[in-house]
Nanobody
Framework: EVQLVESGGGLVQAGGSLRLSCAAS????????IGWFRQAPGKEREGVSG????????YYEDSMKGRFTISRDNAKNTVYLQMNSLKPEDTALYYC?????????WGRGTQVTVSS
């Protein structure tokens, strides 16, 4: 069974930090690019960051550059998202997704709430 399980969300004050984890199982993790997405209430889901399967290249949405860092540990089948300098507008449900060609899997998300 394919599973992506996010953890590490919570309530934090503006300017604080959180590290999200995405633990994968049930597929060949090394072969998949992993992305983080988020969805705030009343808004569409948006991309946050991604990391490739082969060379570990990374991608960040403009508003996250310099604040968020994505990394992966293939030995642990886990991807991390270090989030620093959090802002109230970062409040959302954060999802991870694994993609290889037309195959894409999603986790259920972890809630991040940033208070002002």
């Amino acid at each position: 069974e394919v599973q992506l399980v996010e953890s590490g969300g919570g309530l934090v004050q503006a300017g604080g930090s959180l590290r999200l984890s995405c633990a994968a199982s049930g597929f060949t993790f090394d072969d998949y690019a992993i992305g983080w997405f988020r969805q705030a209430p009343g808004k569409e889901r948006e991309g946050v960051s991604g990391i490739s399967s082969n060379d570990g290249s990374t991608y960040y949405e403009d508003s996250m550059k310099g604040r968020f860092t994505i990394s992966r540990d293939n030995a642990k089948n886990t991807v991390y998202l270090q989030m620093n300098s959090l802002k109230p507008e970062d409040t959302a449900l954060y999802y991870c997704s694994a993609r290889l060609g037309i195959r894409q899997y999603w986790g259920r998300g972890t809630q991040v709430t940033v208070s002002s």
